[in-house]
């Protein structure tokens, strides 16, 4: 199961989508306003996330 973090671009709308694989289009729906003009946010494998869009290295690592 993945978990990808994506915006809407019609209301702004921050929101998770939990599939099996890979996202596809039909997955990509926002919830509020039902709009398909939806933005995938680039997180990293540990679920964080940098104020400028890019990954953050997990607590401890020598990465960062």
Partial sequence: MAIYDLKCDECGHVFEKFVTGFLKDED?????????????????????????????????????
């Fill in 28 to 64: 990509k729906r926002c919830p509020r306003c039902g709009s398909s003009e939806v933005s995938q946010k680039f997180t990293s494998f540990f679920g964080g996330t940098s104020r400028d869009g890019g990954c953050t290295a997990p607590p401890g690592s020598s990465f960062g």
